[in-house]
Structure formats: C-alpha cells, structure tokens
C-alpha cells in the first residue's frame, strides 16, 4: 500500500543533541512538507520541497534542516540551535501541491528533550 | 490574527446527533482540505474541495468562495467519530491551518 512512513515514533533527546527524523514515501509525490504541531495550535509549517534538490524554509525553520537528494525522501534533523524543540513533527506530501488531490500524512514523530 | 478559524474549538455530542464544524479564512484559496486526526496523532485526508459540496458516507463538506467559509457535517454520529477535525486552506503552494476541533461523541 502506498503511504508515508515516519521514523522513529517517539524520540528522546538530551540538550545539545542533534536528531534526524525520517520521512519515505512510495506515492511518487513531488511535494513534502514538514510540520510541527503543539497543543492548542494548527501545524505549522517548518520546511517544504516541491521537487528533488530544492526546498524552502516555512514559517519555523531556525533550528532545522532538511535535504531532499530522492523524490522519496524528506530527513528532518533537529539541530541544537533549536531552543524548544519538544513536540509533535507530522511529514506530509501532495501531488500537484494538493491542488488535484489528497493531502497525505505520516504518523508522526514525538520528539521530548529531556 | 489566524489566516483560518475553526469553530467550536471542543465539541461533545451524544451519539447520534447531527455535527457541524465551520471554518472561516481571510486567504486567497487554490483548495480547502478537512482532515482527521485521531488520538494516536495520525492525520488522514476526509475532503479536497474547491467548490460545492460533496458527501462521503455519513460526512458531508460543503464550502463557499464568496463567504470564504466552508463546514464540515456529520450525519448520525458515533464514538468512532471521536477525533480532532482539522481545516486546511491551500494558498498556491502554502497550506495554512486551522487549530483544529476536538470532537467527543459519547455512547
């Protein structure tokens, strides 16, 4: 079946750390986004690529970093730089920018800095 | 200020009762999707609409441009129903998100 994987489900980190959170999918989507969901607030977008070997910052990216060498693959890392990272990383990806179709997600990943 | 809103926030319903979530947004629109998130934190695509309505089992979504509103309805609710509903306005290549509505159907 097609869809998104994220890995790893949970995620513990201590200060100073930097994480990579992965992100496949097998729908041959050319766009993938990245989000950060806290409690009481709508995702906001970190990072997004429309096509391989480009991709923008979003509204959150100080602290993050992505890459996008495969159509199937979107790694999100974590770095220290970021000063609250504790939270939900949901990755996501549309054909078409999710003007002609679904928009799918993975299942997340929860990240707590300990 | 929020590009969308979505009301109510919370929502509890006694099964079987007739659901409506709304959504207003202040941006430009290429599409609007409803999504659901369950308590695992999972999301899946219910809607893609860009005009109209349209109706999938017990759901029904409906959107008008003039008015930049759209509502989510669900006929007959259930337990199972039970799940943040989520409203998403696409923007050209921006998607931007309401805070969601927690949905409680009780038995």
């Known amino acids: 079946d097609g869809g998104i994987t994220q890995s790893p489900k949970y995620l513990f980190r201590k200060e100073g750390q930097n994480v990579t959170l992965s992100c496949e999918q097998n729908?041959?989507?050319?766009?993938m986004y990245w989000y950060r969901q806290d409690p009481g607030q709508g995702l906001r977008l970190i990072y997004y690529?429309?096509?391989?070997?480009?991709?923008q910052k979003g509204d959150i990216a100080e602290g993050y970093s992505v890459s996008r060498e495969k159509k199937e693959s979107f790694p999100l890392t974590v770095t220290s730089a970021q000063k609250n990272p504790t939270a939900f990383y949901l990755c996501?990806?549309?054909?078409?920018?999710?003007?002609?179709?679904?928009?799918?997600f993975g299942e997340g990943s929860r990240l707590t800095v300990l | 200020k929020n590009e969308v809103e979505q009301s109510p926030q919370n929502l509890t319903a006694q099964e079987g009762e007739f659901i409506t979530i709304n959504c207003s947004y202040s941006?430009?629109?290429?599409?609007l999707h409803w999504l659901q998130q369950h308590p695992g934190g999972g999301i899946v695509s219910l809607f893609m609409?860009?005009?109209g309505k349209k109706k999938h089992g017990r759901l029904i979504a409906t959107i008008n441009i003039q008015e930049k509103h759209s509502s989510l309805h669900i006929t007959a609710s259930h337990p199972r129903d039970s799940a943040v509903y989520i409203c998403?306005?696409?923007?050209?290549?921006?998607?931007?998100f309401g805070s969601g509505t927690k949905l409680n159907v009780k038995p």
């Open positions: 996501a990806s549309s054909r078409e920018g999710g003007r002609t179709g679904e928009l799918f």
């Open positions: 729908l041959n989507h050319d766009a």
């Open positions: 690529s429309q096509i391989v070997n480009d991709f």
């Open positions: 941006v430009g629109i290429s599409a």
């Open positions: 609409l860009s005009s």
């Open positions: 998403a306005v696409l923007n050209f290549n921006k998607f931007y």
